[in-house]
């Protein structure tokens, strides 16, 4: 057996604090893998200039040994008890869901039954992408401007709690919204579009928003009253209000008529600025499930939604760290990376298993297979935006590579972190 028992140990803090944390285009952890790093700068001394011994244990790094109380924990067992939290909170959630229900012209009790979640504030201002032009049938160049407008009338009547910018940038953005002529992309025919938030333990991660430029069932055409409507609801949706109002006149009730007006009414902002005003404590024992959230999304699309699927594997990925199955987890970021390799969670928490195989192997003298992980894990971690993390492991990679004597990849490696940390 390999001692590296600490070394896996600390793999499983870091990768799930990362998992959990890691949202894209967020102040990232500071302390990512300085336990790992520090051990790299070892490595370095202990190769000195006699080249690395021979690996004792040639096991390549994804056929890592596990520690036998972690090989226990891969065999299936009996249903998880359920978490200590879920009970002490249990209280706390019908006392402010019933404070909720009970509050005049605002309808987010009748959201916060299935849960709620919202951007945080290190996340703000949110960073909107909307394609400008698109080829699919029935887009109107008027659209992208009626959607940027239907963000700025909720930021507008937040009273300052929403703070929202634009952006050009795909990979910048927080919400990526793009139109579609294909109704497959819906969950349900009565919105006209369809929104997918992806809510973490901390808040929401990122959204993916599909506007449908066909018209209504029963209409000939999109009137831009129509257009207007339906994106002041999938902008609500995005801005964190997940569920629908019960009254028809809102924006946010689960059906978009033609002929009701693109306007929010007081029920609407009321109900947004309640959520942006909870505190951190009353929304954490009330949080949207996610599991819970994407399996009910997923049961609606029938599992058509590669990028819902790719939201679950992700969710399941997490668990598996948290069980101390790396591999697991491992193959469940790869298989949801395939599916939606735009998904910047995924890929910065592929980005990061990779990169912290990438220091075992090296720990273990297996420098080649290093060298394999961190190659893997940089664009990923460029892809989600994972900075202090991306120089971290670009930093390490080099010393790998300079031990191997792999001048070409070494000073390609160089450079690429000269121009992320400029200098
Ligand atoms: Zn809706």
Same mark, same amino acid.
């Given at each position: 057996?390999?001692?590296?028992?600490?070394?896996?140990?600390?793999?499983?803090?870091?990768?799930?604090?990362?998992?959990?944390?890691?949202?894209?285009?967020?102040?990232?952890?500071?302390?990512?893998?300085?336990?790992?790093?520090?051990?790299?700068?070892?490595?370095?001394?202990?190769?000195?200039?006699?080249?690395?011994?021979?690996?004792?244990?040639?096991?390549?790094?994804?056929?890592?040994?596990?520690?036998?109380?972690?090989?226990?924990?891969?065999?299936?067992?009996?249903?998880?008890?359920?978490?200590?939290?879920?009970?002490?909170?249990?209280?706390?959630?019908?006392?402010?869901?019933?404070?909720?229900?009970?509050?005049?012209?605002?309808?987010?009790?009748?959201?916060?039954?299935?849960?709620?979640?919202?951007?945080? !504030?290190?996340?703000?201002?949110?960073?909107?992408?909307?394609?400008?032009?698109?080829?699919?049938?029935?887009? #109107?160049?008027?659209?992208?401007?009626?959607?940027?407008?239907?963000?700025?009338?909720?930021?507008?009547?937040?009273?300052?709690?929403?703070?929202?910018?634009?952006?050009?940038?795909?990979?910048?953005?927080?919400?990526?919204?793009?139109?579609?002529?294909?109704?497959?992309?819906?969950?349900?025919?009565?919105?006209?579009?369809?929104?997918?938030?992806?809510?973490?333990?901390?808040?929401?991660?990122?959204?993916?928003?599909?506007?449908?430029?066909?018209?209504?069932?029963?209409? #000939?055409?999109?009137?831009?009253?129509?257009?207007?409507?339906?994106?002041?609801?999938?902008?609500?949706?995005?801005?964190?209000?997940?569920?629908?109002?019960?009254?028809?006149?809102?924006?946010?009730?689960?059906?978009?008529?033609?002929?009701?007006?693109?306007?929010?009414?007081?029920?609407?902002?009321?109900?947004?600025?309640?959520?942006?005003?909870?505190?951190?404590?009353?929304?954490?024992?009330?949080?949207?499930?996610? #599991?819970?959230?994407?399996?009910?999304?997923?049961?609606?699309?029938?599992?058509?939604?590669?990028?819902?699927?790719?939201?679950?594997?992700?969710?399941?990925?997490?668990?598996?760290?948290?069980?101390?199955?790396?591999?697991?987890?491992?193959?469940?970021?790869?298989?949801?990376?395939?599916?939606?390799?735009?998904?910047?969670?995924?890929?910065?928490?592929?980005?990061?298993?990779? !990169?912290?195989?990438?220091?075992?192997?090296?720990?273990?003298?297996?420098?080649?297979?290093?060298? #394999?992980?961190?190659?893997? !894990?940089?664009?990923?971690?460029?892809?989600?935006?994972?900075?202090?993390?991306?120089?971290?492991?670009?930093?390490?990679?080099?010393?790998?590579?300079?031990?191997?004597?792999?001048?070409?990849?070494?000073?390609?490696?160089? !450079?690429?972190?000269?121009?992320?940390?400029?200098?």
């Amino acid at each position: 057996m390999l001692k590296k028992a600490p070394s896996l140990k600390l793999l499983a803090i870091l990768t799930v604090y990362h998992l959990l944390s890691s949202t894209p285009c967020r102040a990232q952890p500071k302390n990512w893998d300085q336990g790992l790093s520090k051990m790299m700068d070892g490595l370095e001394k202990e190769v000195g200039n006699d080249g690395p011994p021979p690996p004792p244990e040639a096991a390549p790094p994804s056929k890592l040994p596990l520690e036998p109380d972690e090989i226990k924990q891969e065999t299936p067992s009996s249903p998880p008890a359920t978490p200590p939290q879920a009970s002490s909170t249990a209280p706390d959630r019908s006392r402010v869901l019933s404070e909720l229900l009970a509050l005049k012209d605002n309808y987010l009790g009748n959201i916060a039954e299935e849960g709620l979640t919202r951007w945080e !504030a290190e996340n703000m201002p949110i960073k909107i992408f909307i394609e400008k032009s698109s080829s699919v049938k029935g887009f #109107d160049q008027s659209y992208p401007t009626i959607l940027e407008n239907a963000f700025k009338s909720w930021a507008d009547k937040s009273q300052g709690k929403l703070k929202i910018n634009f952006s050009d940038s795909v990979e910048e953005a927080h919400i990526v919204c793009r139109w579609t002529d294909d109704r497959n992309d819906l969950m349900s025919q009565k919105e006209g579009g369809n929104t997918v938030v992806v809510p973490t333990e901390e808040g929401i991660a990122s959204v993916d928003m599909k506007i449908l430029t066909l018209p209504a069932p029963n209409a #000939d055409s999109i009137s831009p009253n129509y257009m207007g409507r339906v994106c002041l609801h999938e902008a609500g949706h995005a801005l964190g209000l997940t569920g629908h109002s019960p009254e028809r006149a809102d924006v946010m009730f689960a059906t978009v008529y033609t002929s009701d007006p693109a306007v929010l009414t007081d029920r609407d902002t009321n109900s947004l600025n309640e959520l942006y005003s909870m505190d951190e404590e009353t929304i954490a024992g009330i949080r949207l499930n996610q #599991d819970r959230a994407m399996q009910k999304t997923n049961t609606i699309l029938d599992g058509r939604n590669p990028q819902v699927n790719a939201v679950q594997l992700n969710n399941e990925a997490a668990r598996a760290l948290k069980a101390n199955q790396f591999e697991v987890a491992m193959k469940k970021l790869e298989a949801a990376h395939k599916l939606d390799p735009g998904n910047k969670l995924v890929c910065a928490n592929l980005g990061a298993v990779y !990169a912290n195989y990438g220091s075992i192997a090296g720990m273990t003298f297996n420098l080649k297979g290093a060298a #394999d992980y961190y190659r893997k !894990a940089v664009p990923l971690l460029e892809t989600g935006n994972n900075k202090p993390a991306l120089i971290q492991v670009l930093g390490n990679y080099l010393k790998v590579l300079n031990i191997l004597n792999n001048k070409v990849e070494a000073n390609k490696v160089e !450079a690429k972190l000269q121009s992320i940390t400029g200098h």
